[in-house]
């Protein structure tokens, strides 16, 4: 498989970011030498380093989006009906990209974690994955929640560890 580049933006503390995600058999996250996860301040900073670097991003125009602001907001105030299946499995993946290019070791209990992970899955209700006219609402015991918080809070602390910015 042929590594394609594209472009994320991520909003975390009032201050927009972006980073390039690359797609190969491994999914990963651009970084430097000492592996640090590579946050640039805008997409034309982020596409003057991929020219220098020799690849090209291929959604530069329309970035993903992750919205750390607001995961932050949840795991600080939020109600097991507020969980956005989308946004959180957009974040845990994310975060397992990222992990993986720094060579941490976030979301090591699979065997733990999976359940809260496959009703996240599952409540995207991707039409390749639902059955059609069917929609699945996940209904969450308060101990998946608690995994969740710790899953999500452990992907924002590790985040916030390992980005550095390049202006």
Not at 38 to 67: C, K, L, M, T, V
Not at 133 to 151: F, K, T
Request: some cysteine.
């Amino acid at each position: 498989m042929e590594r394609t580049y594209h472009l994320c933006h991520y909003r975390l503390d009032n201050r927009d970011g972006y980073l390039i995600w690359y797609a190969d058999d491994t999914d990963g996250i651009v970084t430097d030498a000492e592996r640090n996860v590579i946050e640039y301040s805008g997409p034309d900073i982020a596409d003057i380093y991929a020219d220098y670097h020799q690849f090209r991003i291929a959604n530069i125009d329309e970035p993903a989006h992750y919205d750390f602001d607001r995961i932050e907001r949840w795991l600080t105030h939020g109600e097991g009906d507020a969980v956005s299946c989308e946004d959180f499995l957009d974040a845990w993946n994310l975060f397992t990209d990222i992990s993986f290019s720094v060579g941490g070791d976030f979301d090591n209990d699979v065997d733990r974690t999976a359940v809260v992970y496959d009703k996240l899955f599952f409540g995207n209700n991707l039409p390749s994955v639902s059955p059609p006219g069917e929609i699945y609402v996940p209904e969450w015991a308060d101990d998946e929640l608690m995994l969740l918080r710790g899953v999500l809070a452990d992907g924002l602390r590790m985040f916030r560890e390992n980005v550095v910015r390049l202006e």
